[in-house]
């Protein structure tokens, strides 16, 4: 009879540690998705042009090719601009609103995503295809 009270014990401790660890794994998704809001609209009140945000942002990782992300600090020239928009570079479902910000940034300064990603993975630095926006960009504005 003692060990079914106990049991009943460790079971109802069990799901009082569960119903804990799910609030608190809510509680930093929580504070994790405020952060990201709060760098977000800190940046956009910036508005760094794309040639700014790959030439500046870009200093943060080692340029890779082919991906968005290698996991371990490298990003490509589209995946230095969604970790502008707040990517932390590993989650997948914060990665699809990253890329949805970063592509509307691109259509609104008129660069094509597909260019990018050919001068990133045809060898062009970050620093090379910051340039080559200024010096498009400026003439298309002329």
Same mark, same amino acid.
């Given at each position: 009879m003692a060990q079914q009270q106990l049991?009943?014990?460790? #079971? #109802?401790? *069990?799901?009082? @540690?569960? *119903?804990?660890?799910?609030?608190?794994?809510q509680n930093i998704e929580q504070h994790? /998705?405020? &952060?990201?809001? $709060?760098? @977000?609209?800190?940046q956009s009140n910036q508005q760094l042009s794309i040639s700014q945000i790959i030439r500046t942002c870009g200093k943060q990782f080692r340029q890779i090719r082919k991906q968005y992300t290698d996991?371990?600090? !490298? &990003?490509?020239?589209? !995946?230095? %601009?969604?970790?502008y928009y707040g990517w932390d570079g590993?989650? %997948?479902? $914060?990665?699809?609103? &990253?890329?949805y910000a970063a592509l509307v940034a691109l &259509?609104?300064? !008129? %660069?094509?995503?597909e260019l990018l990603i050919?001068? $990133? /993975?045809?060898?062009?630095?970050?620093?090379?295809?910051a340039d080559f926006l200024d010096r498009n960009l400026q003439l298309n504005i002329k």
């Open positions: 049991l009943k014990q460790e #079971s #109802s401790v *069990s799901e009082v @540690l569960s *119903s804990h660890k799910k609030q608190l794994t994790t /998705d405020e &952060r990201h809001m $709060n760098t @977000l609209n800190q996991g371990a600090g !490298g &990003r490509c020239v589209m !995946g230095v %601009i969604m970790s590993k989650c %997948i479902t $914060n990665a699809e609103r &990253r890329l &259509r609104q300064a !008129g %660069i094509s995503k050919e001068l $990133n /993975d045809s060898g062009a630095t970050f620093d090379e295809i």
